[in-house]
């Protein structure tokens, strides 16, 4: 692969910022550049000292006026759940058996699931995320869609199986063995394989047996580089749920917490009903909770309380979470980020968003060494943003007077329009499949 420079308004973060005006927090280069090489990030600063010190034979992608920041990053969705966003008018429970179960058992079907997988691979590319955190369905045939569609496209991508043995049609449950034995094996095929990494993903504690649960325990203890996602807290009939089929739990964390599922590979969606207590055992354990917006207003769910988690010193994220989440778009997730803290009395600057769509994402997975900034030796996975890409956009825009200013119209404007190229691990996506699709467009044309 050739060295390519990719030229336009740099921005990354080296840290979470303090407040609206800590300018300390990210480097920014209004005609900056990024210097790719095989893949990675080998240079990054002005434009000037770059082109200079690479030569007049270099490769270069102008992207001005238009911002270049890292790959935004993902932490929690459901592929098999593509096709049921908008599925309307339930709460959790009621939603997951009404509609997901339904969905979730056509992903044994290797070409459905294989279909899908393309399809939302393409639409995360679209919306600018290079990395995602995803469950599949049950099925293994799902797991191999999901990374075989990721390493076509050469993706960071962290995915698993859902082991679920009770409470959900018989088409879409495992047992404790055929999880451990099925889990073991797609993580020895996909683990570590070019950019994949496997997450141990028993769905939540409603869905899985005492039994599944040490299943869980024994493959966490066996493969502890992998990751471990389920679900926690997101409604109160679910919480009353989950401790009722293990009444010798405290509250619903201490059932994760007594089948050691918690640590700092560990991602808990939603955790929203929490005590002190709770979220004091995330803090103590390193597990991460992920605040998923647009899912917790459309499913009705609550409001997750970013500061109490500050406050007591806990690890956080945020993710879509489609399909009970609304939109693949991160922007648009965080314009709903804003709006649930809002609520709370709780501020959400543009720089925290954006910081948490990248550095931050990227810590809460202790991936920040290779994805979430621009910096010498980073995987090259890119995207370039157009703050005017919609009249209206354009129009404010024409009064924005600061970087903080175009950060909050993006955010909260901001949608797939706004991507104007990604790129993943420095090769041009969004560019890569128009020239496709004219292809074949053109070779459709020639044989009529």
């Known amino acids: 692969m050739s060295d390519v420079l990719i030229r336009g308004r740099v921005l990354t973060f080296v840290r979470e910022p303090a407040g609206i005006d800590d300018a300390g927090a990210y480097r920014y280069h209004e ?53 049921a966003i908008a599925s309307y008018g339930a709460q959790l429970l009621e939603w997951l058996n009404t509609y997901i179960f339904v969905e979730e058992q056509k992903f044994q079907e290797s070409q459905h699931a294989a279909f899908i ?18 469950y599949c369905s049950v099925h293994p045939e799902s797991v191999e869609a999901f990374f075989t569609a990721a390493e076509e496209r050469n993706m960071l991508m962290i995915g698993g199986k859902v082991m679920m043995d009770r409470n ?40 899985s047996t005492p039994e599944q649960m040490e299943m869980s325990r024994a493959l966490v203890a066996e493969h502890p580089d ?66 998923c917006p647009t899912s917790n207003l459309f499913l009705g769910s609550g409001l997750f309380d970013r500061d109490r988690f500050d406050r007591l010193g806990a690890r956080h994220s945020v993710a879509t979470d489609v399909g009970a989440g609304t939109s693949f778009s991160m922007l648009e997730t965080m314009d709903e980020a804003y709006k649930v803290l809002h609520l709370q009395g709780q501020r959400l600057s543009p720089l925290n968003s954006f910081y948490m769509m990248t550095l931050g994402n990227a810590r809460a997975l202790d991936l920040e060494h290779r994805i979430g900034s621009l910096h010498a030796g980073a995987d090259a996975d890119i995207v370039i943003l157009d703050s005017r890409a919609k009249p209206a956009m354009e129009l404010r825009m024409q009064v924005a007077s600061s970087l903080a200013e175009e950060l909050f119209v993006l955010q909260t404007m901001g949608d797939d329009r706004c991507v104007a190229e990604v790129y993943v691990a420095g090769r041009p996506m969004k560019r890569g499949r128009r020239e496709q699709a004219k292809t074949l467009i053109e070779r459709a044309a020639a044989l009529v």
């Open 31 to 83: 005609d900056g550049a990024v210097l790719v090489r095989n893949g990675k990030v080998a240079d990054v600063g002005t434009y000037a000292d770059l082109a200079k010190r690479a030569g007049s034979g270099i490769s270069i992608a102008d992207h001005r006026p238009n911002l270049v920041l890292p790959g935004l990053i993902d932490t929690h969705l459901h592929f098999p759940q593509t096709q």
């Open 168 to 207: 959900a049609p018989e088409a879409l449950r495992d047992t404790p063995q055929k999880g451990y034995d099925e889990t073991k094996h797609l993580i020895g095929k996909w683990h570590g394989r070019g950019r994949a990494h496997y997450a141990i993903s028993p769905r939540f504690a409603i869905t």
């Open 117 to 134: 997988a393309g399809r939302f691979m393409d639409e995360l590319l679209s919306n600018g995320t290079t990395t995602a955190v995803a």
């Open 226 to 291: 992998c990751y471990v996602q389920t679900h926690l807290s997101e409604n109160r009939d679910e919480i009353a749920f989950a401790t009722s089929l293990y009444p010798g739990a405290q509250d619903y964390t201490d059932i994760y917490t007594s089948y050691d599922l918690l640590g700092r590979k560990t991602l808990l969606g939603h955790c929203i009903y929490m005590s002190d207590r709770e979220i004091s055992v995330l803090a103590e354990t390193g597990a991460v909770g992920v605040f």
